[in-house]
């Protein structure tokens, strides 16, 4: 089955900063997730991007599906990004969105 | 109000009780789906439904069961809990046009 590769697994960064966050996929895709999970346990949906690039506010996304990654950009980070970012395919064929392990961000004031 | 909300939001059982876990939906969406995130992994699938007639197990549908009731509702039920069930709980849908999912808040399901 499809393989997602996230990195870096996890991040600090100080209040301010911007950071990447990429996630790799062995397969075509017919949809690719980005999900921010808080620290209550809730997921949110950030970005559905299986091409092209999306933009909201601080966080954009970028998928180039032909060399089969993505990335998510965070900008000037603020402690409320705290949390786990997963990354999520459906690949042709499956009917289940696949996972990445995530990376867990701390952003310290 | 949320477009796809679960109840209970929390639960705590004994081994060898009978859950279900409900979720609605108010997003007009065809398809749904119950997933299972265990502690520091992402979520794995565990039954989905892609019509009211239509029910299709996961990659870990073992001891769970669903009930599709309406186009809006899919239960999920636990007949016998047990420790290793212990895991917060994710429904979501998705539209037949569209690939996008969308999650509800989670359960977080406790086994003693």
């Known amino acids: 089955g499809i393989q997602v590769e996230q990195s870096p697994p996890d991040l600090i960064l100080q209040e301010g900063a911007n950071s990447t966050l990429r996630c790799n996929f062995s397969d075509s895709v017919n949809n690719l997730q980005w999900f921010h999970q808080n620290p209550w346990g809730q997921l949110i949906n950030l970005f559905y991007?299986?091409?092209g690039t999306k933009q909201n506010g601080r966080l954009s996304a970028t998928t180039v599906a032909t060399e089969r990654y993505s990335l998510l950009y965070i900008s000037s980070s603020q402690t409320t990004d705290s949390g786990v970012y997963f990354c999520?395919?459906?690949?042709?064929?499956?009917?289940?969105?696949?996972f990445g392990a995530g990376t867990r961000l701390a952003v310290h004031p | 109000d949320a477009d796809v909300t679960q109840t209970p939001r929390n639960r705590i059982t004994k081994t060898g009780k009978r859950i279900m876990l409900e979720c609605s939906q108010t997003?007009?969406?065809?398809?749904m789906y119950w997933y299972r995130q265990d502690p520091g992994l992402g979520l794995r699938l565990i039954y989905y439904?892609?019509?009211?007639?239509?029910?299709n197990k996961g990659e870990i549908s073992d001891g769970y069961s669903v009930s599709r009731q309406a186009q809006a509702k899919f239960s999920l039920s636990l007949e016998s809990a047990i420790p290793n069930q212990t895991a917060l709980y994710f429904c979501?849908?998705?539209?037949?046009?569209?690939?996008?999912?969308?999650f509800g808040p989670g359960t977080r399901l406790t086994v003693t």
């Open positions: 439904s892609f019509d009211v007639k239509d029910i």
């Open positions: 979501a849908t998705s539209d037949w046009s569209s690939y996008e999912q969308y």
């Open positions: 999520a395919v459906l690949s042709g064929g499956y009917n289940k969105l696949i």
């Open positions: 991007i299986p091409s």
């Open positions: 997003k007009g969406h065809d398809r």
